[in-house]
């Protein structure tokens, strides 16, 4: 397990914990429970979005998860493919 899914098994346990609301602590859940299944597919946006629910150890918890996902790695694909996409265009005109 990476350090990643360790810190969204541990930001999971703080939605438990931390939210009141049993919509947004349902929808929370969910989404962690999906991103633990698929941690290349995480995005902290839905949780940034509901920070000021979580206590300031559940904010810890998700700024660690945040920090210990290996967004250069993703950025750089990114970069790389829309570069590609805009040269593909390029040389179609």
Known sequence: M???????VNLKQWIEVDIKSPTTRQILTNRINFHIDHPDLFSPTLYDKNKHKFSKLGQTSLEITKLSKNWSHTLTTVKAVCKFKKLLKKNNH
Not at 2 to 8: C, I, P, R, V
């Open 2 to 8: 990476s350090d990643l899914e360790k810190n969204m």
